[in-house]
Nanobody, 126 residues
Framework: QEQLVQSGGGLVQAGGSLRLSCAASGSFSDYDAIGWFRQAPGKKGVACFRRSDGFTDYADSVKGRFIFSRDNAKNTVYLQMSDLNSEDTDVYYC?????????????????????WGQGAQVTVSS
């Protein structure tokens, strides 16, 4: 039973930055894809990483502003969020998948998550 424990998030002014963290109780090496999703209107992937080839990409709306990274020694992944604006306000989740992930459609990434983090609130004020 994998547990994904998130930290980070909070309140930030427009134009500011936040870093979200997601630590796995097991190992991210057990999974084929790792993603960061925003909750609403439906869970939509803003970042997706595919372990097999190191593929990393982002939703159209966050390209150039968000960066996915990993610290394998700490078994933790991160989402560095910069140049935040009010449209970024949402709850963000990390998730993992075994199998084919990182499906791009309509400007976002998707996969059928095996496990979800508990979510972190990101609120961007004007």
């Amino acid at each position: 039973q994998e547990q994904l424990v998130q930290s980070g998030g909070g309140l930030v002014q427009a134009g500011g930055s936040l870093r979200l963290s997601c630590a796995a109780s097991g190992s991210f090496s057990d999974y084929d894809a790792i993603g960061w999703f925003r909750q609403a209107p439906g869970k939509k992937g803003v970042a997706c990483f595919r372990r097999s080839d190191g593929f990393t990409d982002y939703a159209d709306s966050v390209k150039g502003r968000f960066i996915f990274s990993r610290d394998n020694a700490k078994n933790t992944v991160y989402l560095q969020m910069s140049d935040l604006n009010s449209e970024d306000t949402d709850v963000y989740y990390c998730a993992v998948n075994r199998g084919q992930g990182c499906v791009y459609f309509g400007g976002y990434y998707y996969f059928d998550a095996d496990y979800w983090g508990q979510g972190a609130q990101v609120t961007v004020s004007s």
